[in-house]
C-alpha cells in the first residue's frame, strides 16, 4: 500500500497537478494539507473520476485538511478529541477550533492529516497556540498508542518544525524565528519519546520538503524539511521505501511543499503489477 503526505496550497488552484500526480505515482491513500475551502467547493468529480474517494474537513478559504484513497476509508474522525482552539484577540476555552486534523483507517492502518499551527512568531499568541496544540496531540497519541499498540498508526502532514539544523539551508537566517526554536522542537521530539518514529529520514537522511515562493528559495535550494511521517512501531515495521517528490515543486504554478511518500508491505486488492517507488 502507498501512502502519502502533500500539502497542496490549495486544492482547487492545483487539482490537475495533484490528480495526475496521484495517478502517475500509483498512491492509494494520501493526507492532503492546506486544502483551503469548504466540502461544497472541493473539486469532488476530478478525484473521482481517477478512482479516489475523499474525507475532508474544511471550514474556510484557510487551513483544511484531507484524505483522498482508492481504498475503504473507516472511522473518519474530525479533529482530534482534546484539540485546542484559537482565534485572534480570543481568550477562553470556547475558542473555535480550525481545521488542522482528520483521521482515517484504511486496511486496518490508522491514518492521521495534521496541518500543525504555524506559530508566527515567538512572541505571537499563535506560538503559544502551537506548542499547546502539540502538547495536546501527543497526549492523545500516547493514549492511542497505549490502547491499540499493535495497530499501525502514522501522524503525517506539515509539522511547520525543522527538528534537526540541517532540516533548513542556513540555520542562522532563522535565529530567534519560529519553527527552529527549541519549545517546539522539544515538542516535536516529544513524539518520540513516546513511541513515534520518522519512518523516511533513515531511508533518506538529507531532503527538504519546503521552499518559499520568494527570492528564489527554490532554485537556490533554500529550503525546510517540515512535512514528516511519523509512525508507531508497528507502522515503522511495515515501511519498505520511501521518497520525497522534489520534481513536483517544478513546473507551472506548484505547491511550496512537495509530496512524501511511504510504501507498506501491505497486501491489497490494488497491488497487481505495482512499479516500485524509485
Known sequence: MRVATYNVNSV????????????????????LQEIKCKPEQFPFDAFREAGYEVELHGLSQWNGVAFVSRLPMEDVEITFPSQPGFAKGHDGPDQPKEARAIGVTVEGVRLWSLYVPNGRELDDPHYAYK??????????????LAERPDQPLALMGDWNVAPLDTDVWDLSVFEGHTHVSAPERAAFTRFEEIGLTDVVRPRLPEGYTYWDYKQLRFPKNEGMRIDFILGSAAFADLVTAAAIHRDERKGDAPSDHVPVVVDLDLETELDDDRPMIF
Open 12 to 31: 482547487r488552484a492545483r487539482v490537475g497537478r495533484v490528480v495526475d500526480w496521484l495517478v502517475r505515482e500509483d498512491i492509494d491513500v494520501a493526507g
Open 131 to 144: 506548542l499547546d496544540w502539540l502538547a495536546k496531540l501527543a497526549a492523545e497519541t500516547e493514549g492511542w
